[in-house]
């Protein structure tokens, strides 16, 4: 693909999935990595990316790792990926060990790191049945479901409505996750929170899976993860005059709602991770002015 469909292709949710997001981000600024190494050039190409999507850490930290480091690799576009797909790759083996014989697993929108870790439980030879909602208004519990269909895996598919009513029964919640913050404040997909909430309130044990590059170090410094707010038409096309439509992408969880974070690191508590993050990728932390 071209830089310019690729940027077109993650505004437009053609490509879903952080990781994926992530990915195919540091692919288009590789494009532009070959004609220029003019830093201000760069940087520029950069925002353009980051501005297809607002609330994607991983894609901004993939990015910036990248421009810091393409003297130091002969192609930190392929160093950047192949953190990202062995990141994924141990996140599997370490959520799969959480899913045992005769689960029912719930899970909202999509996350391809959910979809790995239940594809991996799979292939162990363990059975179980997922719940997923369909994530309106752009249905990408669809995907969700399609991609473990595929893979002999058991689903039941539901209006996003009755999530909190069938999540009861359930033994266990993954969902994704777009964003950490400093404070261990959770971003990801609207829908979450109640899911959580509702979890909490039958003990079923809730984990967002995620790539710890999702960390936004932009909160170390006090600024506030975006939630990105998108197009109304998506809601509502033709909506009638005097109806206002809000579309947020993404809502905020507590730390405390959740039981953890699976990442490729290991299994932490949500304020944990920030320190574990630290030590493990220093070089994500820059000086702030």
């Known amino acids: 693909m071209e830089y310019q469909e690729i940027l077109e292709k993650i505004k437009n949710l053609e490509i879903q999935g952080a990781i994926n997001i992530a990915i195919k981000g540091v692919e288009a600024f590789g494009l532009k990595l070959k004609?220029?190494?003019?830093?201000?050039?760069?940087?520029?190409?950069?925002?353009?990316?980051?501005?297809?999507?607002?609330?994607?850490p991983a894609m901004r930290n993939g990015l910036n790792f990248c421009?810091?480091?393409?003297?130091?690799?002969?192609?930190?576009?392929?160093?950047?990926?192949?953190?990202?797909?062995?990141?994924?790759?141990?996140?599997?083996?370490?959520?799969?060990?959480?899913?045992?014989?005769?689960?029912?697993?719930?899970?909202?929108c999509h996350s391809s790191t959910v979809v790995a870790i239940l594809i991996e439980a799979k292939n162990q030879g363990k059975k179980f049945e997922v719940y997923n909602t369909e994530t309106r208004p752009k249905f990408q519990g669809r995907k969700t479901?399609?991609?473990?269909?595929?893979?002999?895996?058991?689903?039941l598919h539901m209006v996003d409505s009755c999530g909190r009513s069938?999540?009861?029964?359930?033994?266990?919640?993954?969902?994704?996750?777009?964003?950490?913050?400093?404070?261990?404040?959770?971003?990801?997909?609207?829908?979450?929170?109640?899911?959580?909430?509702?979890?909490?309130?039958?003990?079923?044990?809730a984990y967002s899976c995620t790539s710890a590059w999702k960390f936004d170090i932009e909160t170390v410094y006090g600024h506030d993860t975006e939630i990105e707010e998108r197009d109304h038409k998506e809601v509502w096309e033709d909506a009638p005059a005097g109806v206002k439509i809000y579309n947020p992408a993404f809502e905020i969880t507590r730390p405390d709602k959740f039981s953890g974070i699976i990442t490729e690191l290991g299994v932490f508590k949500a304020e944990a991770l920030v320190t574990e993050v630290q030590k493990s990728y220093p070089y994500l932390f820059t000086e702030k002015s």
């Open 35 to 56: 004609e220029t190494q003019d830093e201000a050039e760069l940087k520029k190409y950069i925002q353009e990316i980051i501005d297809t999507r607002a609330t994607e």
């Open 145 to 155: 479901a399609t991609n473990l269909a595929k893979e002999g895996i058991p689903v």
């Open 166 to 205: 069938r999540i009861r029964e359930c033994d266990l919640f993954l969902f994704g996750c777009d964003a950490v913050t400093t404070e261990g404040f959770l971003i990801n997909k609207i829908g979450t929170e109640s899911l959580v909430d509702a979890a909490c309130e039958s003990s079923v044990p």
């Open 67 to 108: 421009l810091a480091n393409r003297d130091k690799f002969k192609d930190p576009v392929a160093e950047t990926i192949k953190y990202f797909t062995e990141s994924k790759k141990k996140i599997a083996e370490i959520g799969a060990n959480k899913i045992h014989d005769g689960m029912k697993i719930f899970t909202h």
